[in-house]
Each structure stands twice: as C-alpha cells, then as structure tokens.
C-alpha cells in the first residue's frame, strides 16, 4: 500500500463530517464510505464528481448474515438531494443520472 493511500485511510475526520452518522460500528468505520465518497467528489472533476456532490452517508452498520453464520454483513446508506437537472420534463430521474448514482456509490448541477 502506497503511503499516500495509507494516510488517506489512517487519518482521522474532523468530527463535523461524521457526527451526524449513524449505525452501530465504530467511527473508524464510519469514516471510510465518507472518505471513498470524497475520491469521487474530487472538487467535482472526478467521475460522478457532480452527483457525489449531492449525497451524504447517513448510516454504516454490520448485521449477522443470514446466509453465513460466522459473517457480518455491511450496509451503508447514503442520502441524494435530487435535484431539477436530474431530471426529465416528466419529472423523472434520467437515465444517465440513474446510472451514475448506482454506480457510485458531465457538470450537472453546481
């Protein structure tokens, strides 16, 4: 692992960008969709950097698996303000915005 990727992941948050975040894992947890999110938003040049713009993680928690016994399972939930110019006249998400949000989890809307 590079250095600068193990300083990304090891360096703690300021506490304003994951005080609001819920779920039952420890912050270290919690900080890291927030921190992969913001590989994203590259102040909105990177890939969906405009949509990334707009979503905020509001929850990361592990549950037992219903599958495996001996495994947890991770969700993590992330909140979008959808707004007018992803959408359609009918008013509908497009398609590419469809796109874009499933796959995260092109300037749009600044």
Request: net charge negative; aromatic share 6%.
């Amino acid at each position: 692992m590079s250095q600068s990727l193990a300083s990304f992941t090891a360096d703690r948050l300021p506490s304003e960008l994951t005080s609001h975040i819920t779920g039952n894992v420890p912050i270290e947890i919690k900080e890291l969709p927030v921190k992969w999110l913001a590989v994203f938003r590259n102040d909105a040049q990177g890939f969906a950097g405009p949509v990334s713009l707009h979503m905020r993680v509001t929850d990361v928690s592990a549950h037992p698996s219903p599958d495996h016994a001996k495994r947890l399972q991770g969700k993590v939930t992330v909140e979008i303000d959808v707004t007018p110019c992803m959408c359609s006249s009918s008013p509908t998400l497009l398609h590419y915005a469809h796109w874009k949000i499933s796959d995260v989890q092109s300037e749009w809307c600044s």
